[in-house]
């Protein structure tokens, strides 16, 4: 399975993706230790990445959480990933969790990838609500919630605790499958 973005693709996260998770981790590490601290602590190294992305596989195969790559077309350089996580299969619903490399935020990247990968949800996987958790100081991801037709549902108190920090509020947005 392969999604078009035009300039990028989304792909299943592969074994041999270690590397190049690696790699953008470690770029993007200070975007990544708040809402990340997991995927970052998890990938610091390309043995830590190989452990990941052969996990990640498995959990893939086995309908337990999806990762999704996006990449540059030309080069296959890794710029962004995507969770569709705490997958509940009696409510038919996921969650949505994504990070995309400093260097191209802002393009509308994410937003088209999020789109892509609600369809393939809904269409392929059967899914009926998918989720983004997103806190109100993250303008960015709020936009791509609200983008891809997202609706704000609630406020969650202390939903998400960062490392060293005291736990969060988060905002919840859904999107329901619209049954033809």
């Known amino acids: 399975m392969q999604l078009n973005l035009g300039s990028y693709y989304i ?31 998890q990938n610091l190294t390309p043995d830590l990445s190989n452990i990941f992305a052969e996990k990640k596989v498995k959990q893939f195969e086995n309908d337990e959480e999806y990762v999704f790559t996006i990449k540059k077309n030309e080069s296959h350089k890794l710029v962004g990933l995507i969770f569709l996580k705490e997958i509940d299969w009696t409510k038919k619903q996921g969650e949505f969790a994504y990070c995309i490399d400093y260097n191209i935020e802002g393009r509308g990247i994410m937003t088209t990838a999020i789109q892509e990968l609600s369809d393939y949800a809904f269409d392929n996987l059967g899914f ?15 936009k791509v919630a609200e983008n891809c037709n997202f609706t704000h549902i609630k406020t969650l108190k202390n939903n998400y605790t960062p490392p060293n920090e005291n736990p969060l509020d988060m905002e919840l947005y859904e999107l329901y499958n619209e049954m033809e």
């Open 11 to 41: 792909s299943p996260i592969q074994t041999k993706d270690a590397w190049s998770i690696c790699n953008f981790v470690v770029a993007n590490e200070d975007r990544l230790k708040r809402y990340f601290p997991k995927t970052l602590e």
């Open 128 to 142: 009926e609500t998918l989720q983004i958790l997103v806190h109100h100081s993250n303008m960015g991801s709020i």
